[in-house]
Structure formats: C-alpha cells, structure tokens
C-alpha cells in the first residue's frame, strides 16, 4: 500500500459539485533515466487511477510515464446519495491501493 | 499531407469559431508525434479546435513537475457531457502523458494533474464529448529544466 491523501468533503448537500483532490507517494520512474553506471533504470508507474461513488466508477485515469513523481490528480464529483468513495491506484504490476471514504449526503434545501 | 487535411480542419472550425472573443490556441501545426497518437486513438474521427480551455505556465523552471488544469465547455447533464480528456506531450520521448474518463456524474469536466515535460512544446488536449465529437486545444509551454535531462547522467 502506498501513502496516499485524499481531499474530500465528508458531508454535502445533494447536487452539490465537489472538488476532489488526490496525491500519492509514488516515484512515477519512467524507464528513460540512467543511474551514475551508466545502466537504464527500470520502469516503475502507476498506470490507472479509479474513483468509484458507491461501487460505481465516477472517474478514471490512465496514467503514461509523463506524468510527475507522486501523481497529483484533481476532479470534480456530484453528490448524489449518502455512501462511499473508493480511490483505487494500480500500479505496472496491478499492485492495488486502495482507499476509502464516507459521505453524508443531505437533502438538497 | 498530413498537415493539409489538419489545415483544412482547423480552417473549417475557425470558421464556426469566429463569433468567439476568447479563443484557446488552437491545433494549427500539429507535429508527426501528435498525428501518430490521434491516427492511433481516433482514425476517423474528425477533431475539432476550440471548447478546451488548457491552463498551463508559459515558462517552467522545471519540467519534472508542471502542474496543469484543464476544462472542458459542457453543461455535463446525463445527455451532453465530457466523456474523455486525454493530454499528448509531441515533444516528450512518449507523448502520452494521461487520459481521463469523466462521466455526467463528474458534474464539472475539470481536471487538475502534473505533468513531465521534456521540451519546449505546444501541449495537446483531447476531448471527446457525448456525442462523439472530438476537440481540442492547446497550450505553449518552455521550460528552463527539462524533464528526462538527468537520463544522461
């Protein structure tokens, strides 16, 4: 498991757009370096994030080796319903981290 | 050749945008990278300029991180949204950089990511709608650092 943070609201009002901001510790190595011998330093990504609202996936991101060490990823979701998001990051060798959080959704006013 | 059928492209679009005041820059010169990934991801499609907004620093002091903020032009209700996001990086040794599937419940087709950027070069976005019509967007960046420089040593 990677250390991930998550920036999220844990309550909001139905309807409501919320920013969702994601960082994880990830060194994002892009098979394109050399280390001070000389030899190519291997590949090492993350190559697909997932947001899932209540089981169902909101938001995906298929990540390529140009993007930054610990990948920085900002969206926007709707509330609907009271549950859960899933963040889940797979790394090149389907290595999972997941992380999870509750939301209250109240009823629009 | 390639490059005409985009000149007529971007013509024919610029035509449809003229009424617009602020204008994102748009896919004018698209370089042989670029044209290989958008023949890979959408041979048929046609790709339209104009609707994605890129915010993107002109000048980067350092190309291992640049942080990059996209939007889209869309309503996102359930029958007229932003289903994809995909940045091409032409001058990048892969100019894959990421790709973004959104979906009505997105509620807003914004995205904010970092990104690595080699060179100097113009930054290319992809948006693909609802309805299937593609457009795009671009942005001009220089960086003083380049990413991949430190492969060398």
Known sequence: MLKARISVPARARQGEIMAVKTLISHPMETGFRRNSLGQAIPRDILTRFECRYNEKPVFTATLHPAVAANPFIAFHVRAQDSGKLEFIWTDQDDQVTRVTRELTVDPAA | ?153
């Open chain 2, 1 to 153: 050749m390639i490059r005409t059928i985009n000149r007529r492209n971007w013509l024919a679009g610029a035509g449809t945008l003229a009424t617009l005041t602020v204008q994102p820059r748009l896919l004018a010169a698209v370089s042989e990278p670029v044209q290989s990934v958008l023949k890979r991801d959408f041979p048929t499609a046609e790709i339209q300029p104009g609707r994605v907004n890129i915010e993107l620093p002109a000048l980067a002091e350092n190309g291992n991180s640049v942080r990059m903020k996209i939007s889209v032009d869309s309503p996102m209700t359930p029958t007229d949204y932003v289903s994809f996001i995909q940045i091409i990086a032409q001058a990048n040794p892969l100019p894959d950089v990421a790709r973004f599937d959104l979906s009505h419940a997105n509620g807003l087709a914004e995205v904010e990511t970092r990104i690595r950027v080699s060179a100097e070069q113009d930054i290319v976005v992809v948006a693909g709608l609802s309805d299937g019509s593609l457009w795009s967007g671009s942005a001009h960046i220089v960086v003083t650092v380049a990413a991949c420089l430190d492969a060398l040593y």
